[in-house]
């Protein structure tokens, strides 16, 4: 009769310890696997090709950028992404646009792929120092792109994230290549 409550206090001992252990597994399970971060999507490699530039009704520049485009992916499931767009911008004003497929970026992964955005100073309305920048043989673009999707936990949970991207680009005319590419 003595050893019975001893062996239960025991047992109720050990139910506990097991409790808090699961719940502390539980915790770091959902602080770390479960937190659903935004992924990134960045340029890689750009180069500038069939570069032609003209002065006869005022200055004007068309090109086409080739760029290895990459959406990184740092969750414990995949992202799963909606057709969109980048935007290549001059002053704020777009001179070029590419469309990006929908696709999925596996867990923990970065899903990489090439596209070609063609560039045409047609479509802007004020010229003013477009003149200028061609002469000194360098140009300043800007480039945005948004890829809003759902990141898949587990086949159960699916959480609503987007990658944003906003990167500035030097494209020297003379070597045809982009210098200082800075990605945010």
């Not at 560039?119 to 003149?131: F, K, Q, V, W, Y």
Request: net charge positive; with cysteine.
């Amino acid at each position: 009769m003595k050893g019975e409550g001893r062996s239960s206090k025991k047992c109720l001992a050990y139910v506990a310890a097991f409790i808090i252990f699961q719940g502390i597994v539980i915790a770091v399970f959902a602080l770390t696997v479960m937190k659903v971060k935004s992924p990134k999507a960045r340029f890689g490699t750009i180069t500038a090709e069939n570069f032609s530039s003209g002065n006869s009704n005022g200055p004007s520049f068309g090109m086409d950028l080739k760029a290895q485009f990459a959406v990184k992916n740092t969750n414990f499931g995949h992202f799963k992404y909606e057709n969109s767009t980048v935007t290549v911008l001059y002053q704020g004003m777009p001179v070029g646009e590419a469309f990006i497929p929908r696709a999925r970026a596996r867990a923990r992964s970065t899903r990489r792929f090439d596209i070609t955005i063609p560039i045409s100073s047609s479509r802007l309305t004020n010229t003013a120092n477009l003149g200028n920048d061609i002469n000194s043989g360098v140009l300043t673009l800007t480039s945005q792109a948004k890829l809003s999707g759902k990141v898949h936990l587990m086949k159960v949970i699916k959480k609503k994230k987007s990658g944003e991207m906003s990167c500035i680009m030097l494209v020297n005319l003379k070597t045809r290549a982009v210098q200082d590419l800075k990605c945010k």
